[in-house]
């Protein structure tokens, strides 16, 4: 199959408060108490360390000690299954992993790479016309692009370009444009940006909405994540 390049997008989020409530993340995300450790904890598991690896599509909580925590979340990064068992719930990551974590934390973009391309060990790449696809609905969250225009987009039937388009991004198309949206909100929240201004430009019906799928997809609530947001400083 032809392969394109590996554009996904990655957001990092910091926000001081004691821990976040019970979600799943959409996508395969690092956490790190920024001033200690923290404590992930679902399915009967507690993982606790400096800097730690959570499975996608898992429900828990975190607890965070003083300063709150720094999040990064790789969309389209694959869970490293070859190396944890499949119950896994979170992991701590040391070594070079640790520190390619750390600095993708830091806005390191060769690092934010270098990590997405040790965990697919080197299976990361996208079919021909994903990475398009993928880059104009980050770049335009309200872009109505249906199925039908995806399909023709990659050159394939409806029900084979929905079935690609999960291969390559480990969500469903609707999925990914909702989390697509919802990223973008959150980045024009921390800009400063007013909930329901943010909302609209996002794409979400209104603030209600927002709030809902922000809170399923963070656990917090975009008032909760802004009330930590005048704090973080390093």
Same mark, same amino acid.
């Given at each position: 199959?032809?392969?394109?390049?590996?554009?996904?997008?990655?957001?990092?989020?910091?926000?001081?408060?004691?821990?976040?409530?019970?979600?799943?993340?959409?996508?395969?995300?690092?956490?790190?108490?920024?001033?200690?450790?923290?404590?992930?904890?679902?399915?009967?598991?507690?993982?606790?360390?400096?800097?730690?690896?959570?499975?996608?599509?898992?429900?828990?909580?975190?607890?965070?000690?003083?300063?709150?925590?720094?999040?990064?979340?790789?969309?389209?990064?694959?869970?490293?299954?070859?190396?944890?068992?499949?119950?896994?719930?979170?992991?701590?990551?040391?070594?070079?992993?640790?520190?390619?974590?750390?600095?993708?934390?830091?806005?390191?973009?060769?690092?934010?790479?270098?990590?997405?391309?040790?965990?697919?060990?080197?299976?990361? *790449?996208?079919?021909?016309?994903?990475?398009?696809?993928?880059?104009?609905?980050?770049?335009?969250?309200?872009?109505?692009?249906?199925?039908?225009?995806?399909?023709?987009?990659?050159?394939?039937? *409806?029900?084979?370009?929905?079935?690609?388009? @999960?291969?390559?991004?480990?969500?469903?198309?609707?999925?990914? @444009?909702?989390?697509?949206?919802?990223?973008?909100?959150?980045?024009?929240?921390?800009?400063?940006?007013?909930?329901?201004?943010?909302?609209?430009?996002?794409?979400?019906?209104?603030?209600?909405?927002?709030?809902?799928?922000? @809170?399923?997809?963070?656990?917090?609530?975009?008032?909760?994540?802004?009330?930590?947001?005048?704090?973080?400083?390093?």
């Amino acid at each position: 199959m032809p392969v394109g390049d590996t554009a996904f997008s990655t957001s990092v989020f910091s926000v001081d408060v004691a821990g976040v409530g019970r979600h799943p993340n959409p996508v395969t995300c690092v956490v790190r108490g920024r001033r200690g450790p923290l404590t992930v904890v679902g399915q009967g598991q507690s993982v606790t360390g400096d800097i730690v690896i959570i499975r996608p599509g898992v429900e828990h909580h975190i607890v965070c000690g003083e300063g709150g925590l720094s999040a990064m979340y790789l969309d389209g990064a694959r869970w490293p299954g070859r190396w944890l068992s499949p119950g896994t719930l979170a992991e701590r990551l040391g070594g070079r992993l640790g520190e390619l974590a750390l600095a993708g934390m830091q806005l390191d973009s060769d690092a934010q790479s270098e990590l997405r391309e040790r965990l697919s060990h080197g299976q990361g *790449r996208l079919p021909l016309g994903m990475s398009a696809v993928l880059a104009d609905l980050a770049a335009e969250p309200m872009t109505r692009m249906n199925q039908a225009e995806l399909a023709k987009r990659l050159g394939l039937e *409806r029900t084979q370009a929905l079935r690609l388009f @999960k291969d390559s991004t480990g969500m469903t198309f609707r999925q990914f @444009k909702r989390w697509t949206g919802l990223q973008h909100a959150a980045r024009l929240i921390v800009a400063g940006t007013l909930v329901r201004t943010a909302s609209m430009d996002a794409g979400f019906a209104d603030t209600a909405h927002l709030t809902r799928t922000f @809170k399923q997809c963070f656990g917090l609530t975009p008032s909760q994540a802004i009330a930590g947001l005048p704090t973080i400083g390093g």
